[in-house]
């Protein structure tokens, strides 16, 4: 039975985009990205199918996103990055994780906390996290100081990209080059290299090194919003739908949803969808997302309110009931992420992130 409101989550999806990018990728090292719940997925289900798909390492930005995993029973290497101005990295130590270290405070703390692995984070041009180059040298000189004294092992020096066109990535892959030489000259040798999330390792062979970080394309979307998935042989594991909550017949002129921006052109059959913005479905795409239902394609009618939306289905057969389904694979002739990123003027990464916790996960395993 599905629920009233649902992301269904196909799980045979997610571990075959993982073997179709491994693919693609060569032999590197995989790590699978289950940040944010999974991109709203639900992070213990979509990292135990991204294992079965060939993914090596899990990505998670901090303890408390790891501990779900582990709690989950996921042993393997866990690598966090995104850490808290207090963090002791106690709970690291506790849960095994590797740290991404981006300054000489976070190494420190790391160390005195008995973290096992760190992986030094250099700013290479994003301009985010990440050690900037006039301290890569003293983070390098520090961190193979205390590796030599039985402190944290290097296991790995990463960055990030901005994907900011060709010439700045390829500026980015020098930087980061430079970062590695300024490493080496130190004496650091670490086992992995990296810097490539989805856009690097699918469009940027040169970026891929021994090991990518892989979180969108896991989940079957494209980072390229004019590339469809299909033509990298992902397929979306996610689909949001809800059951229509109500139907009735109004008359021409009638005024929809807050604000009245909407208003029917003629007698009509309005159906009430229960998702809202509080369930990630975006304001934005007020009057312009599409919903389908029972195969007919409709577009949001009004302003999408905080529970709820309506949709204009004119004369179709609608019921109450019957499934309104926002995007999930268009291959089944269904809106995809990509048509509610439009109308929203965003991203697919926002669009599933945001999928809200009142909506029920339910784990498949498609064909
Ligand atoms: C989120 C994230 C990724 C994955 O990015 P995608 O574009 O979803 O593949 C990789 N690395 C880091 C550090 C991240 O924060």
Redesign the pocket.
């Known amino acids: 039975m599905r629920a009233h409101r649902e992301a269904t989550v196909d799980l045979n999806a997610i571990a075959g985009n993982v073997e179709a990018i491994r693919r693609i990728a060569g032999t590197t090292h995989f ?1 699978a ?1 289950a ?1 944010a719940n999974g ?1 709203g997925h639900g992070a213990a289900a979509v990292a135990n199918a991204a294992i079965d798909g060939g993914a090596d390492w899990l ?1 998670v ?1 901090d303890a408390a996103e790891a501990r779900v995993l582990r709690d989950a029973g996921i042993r393997g290497p866990i690598l966090t ?2 850490h808290g101005p207090d963090e002791t990295f106690q709970a690291a130590v506790e849960l095994d994780l590797e740290v ?1 270290v981006s300054s000489l405070s976070q190494l420190e703390r790391a160390a005195a906390a008995g973290v096992a692995s760190v992986h030094v984070k250099v700013d290479t041009g994003l301009g985010r ?1 990440g050690s900037p180059p006039d301290l890569w040298e003293e983070l390098f000189a520090r961190a193979h100081a205390l590796e030599r004294s039985r402190g944290p092992k290097i296991r790995g020096i ?1 960055s ?1 990209l901005a994907n900011a066109g060709p010439e700045a990535d390829a500026a980015q892959l020098e930087e980061f080059e430079r970062a590695q030489s300024a490493a080496a000259s130190l004496g650091v040798q670490p086992e992995f290299v990296h810097i490539a ?3 690097g ?1 699918l469009g940027r062979p040169e970026s891929r090194y021994n090991f990518v ?6 989940y079957g979307l494209s ?1 390229f919003p004019d590339i469809p998935p299909s033509k990298f042989g992902l397929t979306p594991a996610l689909e949001l739908s809800a059951a229509v909550a109500s139907v009735k017949r109004v008359g021409s002129g009638s005024g929809i949803s807050y604000g009245h921006n909407y208003s029917t052109e003629r007698e009509t059959t309005i159906a009430l969808v229960p998702l809202g913005y509080a369930d990630g479905v975006p304001r934005h795409a007020s009057n312009r997302g599409p919903v389908s239902i029972n195969g007919n394609n409709f577009t949001v009618s009004g302003v999408i309110a905080m529970d709820q939306f309506v949709v204009d289905v004119g004369d179709a057969d609608v019921a109450v009931g019957d499934r309104a389904i926002l995007f999930g694979n268009p291959a089944h002739g269904i809106p995809s992420a990509q048509d509610w990123a439009s109308a929203a003027d965003t991203i697919t ?1 926002e669009i599933v992130a945001r999928i809200g916790a009142r909506v029920e996960r339910r784990s498949i395993s498609g064909a």
């Open positions: 790590m990205i940040k991109y990505g930005v990055w995104l991404g996290n990463f990030h999330a989805t856009e390792t970080r892989v979180g969108l394309g896991c980072p990464y």
